[in-house]
Nanobody, 120 residues
């Protein structure tokens, strides 16, 4: 059974940093990338970043510079380092596994999310 558990969210002031963690299980041997996706209050899902089994990464242009994705395969954990946070970054952040082998594929598995609140 595939399980994803996010942690590291909380309340932070604008300009601060957080590192989110996604611990996975039941995913051994898969080549599907792991992604971070967020949903701000009243808004739709926004893809933030993805990381492949070989640790290569992908970002939308809007996210380049402030957010950094990484993984520790020995710990089965993916991280999202978030710097220079803004109030608009307030959202529930989800860890998610792509159905296929690219970050452009639909999501097959979701975590329950961790809430990040950025105060002004």
């Amino acid at each position: 059974e595939v399980q994803l558990v996010e942690s590291g969210g909380g309340l932070v002031q604008a300009g601060g940093s957080l590192r989110l963690s996604c611990a996975s299980s039941g995913f051994t041997g898969s080549r599907s990338p792991i992604n971070w996706v967020r949903q701000a209050p009243g808004k739709g899902l926004e893809w933030l970043s993805g990381i492949y089994s070989d640790s290569s990464t992908a970002y939308p242009d809007s996210m380049k510079g402030r957010f950094t994705i990484s993984r520790d395969n020995a710990k089965n954990t993916v991280y999202l380092q978030m710097d220079s946070l803004k109030p608009d970054d307030t959202a529930v952040y989800y860890c998610a596994i792509s159905r296929g082998e690219t970050v452009y594929d639909a999501i097959a598995y979701w975590g329950k999310g961790t809430l990040v609140t950025v105060s002004s």
